[in-house]
């Protein structure tokens, strides 16, 4: 009885991290496509966040607030 539950808890926690994301493709994504990208303006940090990672405005302006962008 032990092992199903163990089993079940393990089963549990791996559906739940099914982030699809490899490495370090998102930093380049926003270099990618904008030329002269700025983390820190606000419009293009929220745009890049966007396009990139699929955002919405709130989620993304949130994200680049924490991220220091004006």
Do not use: F, W
Request: glycine fraction near 4%.
């Amino acid at each position: 009885m032990r092992l199903l539950a163990v089993l079940i808890l393990a089963l549990m926690t791996a559906a739940c991290n099914q982030e699809q994301d490899i490495t370090g493709s998102t930093a380049a994504c926003p270099v990618r496509n904008y030329s002269s990208y700025n983390p820190r303006d606000m419009s293009q940090c929220v745009a890049a966040c966007k396009a990139c990672d699929h955002g919405n405005t709130v989620t993304c302006t949130t994200s680049c607030t924490l991220k220091g962008a004006h």
